[in-house]
């Protein structure tokens, strides 16, 4: 569902709802190769994707699983492997991910790109009059020693993909089934623990786009 209010920003916003992680991934490389071929403007795309665990391709990600299959059928999690950096996390609903699919080719710096993805991130937490910061060696955004969000991307011909997912409203427990990241010495929380209050998941999607637009409107448009 294009969202009409996106057309104030230098790029387009999609809510694609609920998906199935699989459905979701096929979807961002059609996007992808339409970027890469020009027939599309750079997108944000929203979703909330139903409940998965999903492996990128840090090595041992794997073993950060804790819990067993017979588990994960239980409650009904799913286990993908995927192409994304990054270590081990978890995705549902509550959760709002974020996929950027965007030309770097302005860039061509993917850590410089990670940098400014946690700055979005920074960015929309403070709005909510919450203090976020970076950790030493660990890509993501922390309150304290509570992980609110992880960022894992990939590129093609210097278009990205994959991108952010932001605790908001989201059961937590299931990240009990895994070392989240592969972090052991924090936690993980959300909008919703740290506000006391449930988050309005389309109202958002708006101040994501405002911190989006904030950050990267000078490296795109030149504005």
């Known amino acids: ?9 230098p790029f387009e916003i999609e809510d694609w709802g609920h998906t199935d992680y699989d459905t979701a991934l096929e979807k961002q490389k059609g996007y992808v190769r339409e970027r890469i071929d020009g027939t ?12 998965v665990y999903t492996m990128g391709v840090r090595k041992g990600a794997k073993n950060h699983l804790i819990w067993d299959e ?17 270590d081990i996390t ?31 991130l ?6 909510f009059d919450l203090k976020a910061h970076r950790r030493d060696g660990l890509t993501g ?20 993909y994959h991108g952010f997912a932001l605790n908001v409203n989201n059961d937590l427990s299931p990240f009990t089934g895994i070392v989240p990241c592969g972090i052991v010495d924090g936690t993980v929380t959300s909008l919703k623990q740290e506000l006391g209050h449930e988050v309005d998941m389309c109202n958002l999607q ?14 795109f448009v030149g504005i």
């Open 206 to 219: 708006s101040v994501v786009s405002q911190s989006f637009e904030s950050v990267f409107r000078s490296y």
């Open 1 to 9: 569902m294009k969202d009409n209010a996106a057309k104030p920003y």
């Open 141 to 160: 955004i922390w309150i304290e020693k509570r992980k609110i969000a992880a960022i894992g991307v990939a590129v093609k011909s210097w278009v990205s």
């Open 90 to 120: 978890y995705h549902g609903p509550g959760q709002l991910t974020a996929y950027p699919i965007i030309s770097l080719e302005k860039l061509r710096d993917l850590h410089a790109y990670l940098r400014l993805m946690e700055d979005v």
């Open 70 to 86: 017979e588990t994960l059928s239980e409650k009904g999690i799913a286990l993908h492997k995927t192409n994304r950096g990054g």
């Open 122 to 127: 920074i960015d929309l937490v403070g709005r």
């Open 40 to 51: 599309r403007p750079d997108t944000l795309v929203f979703t909330e994707h139903l409940p």
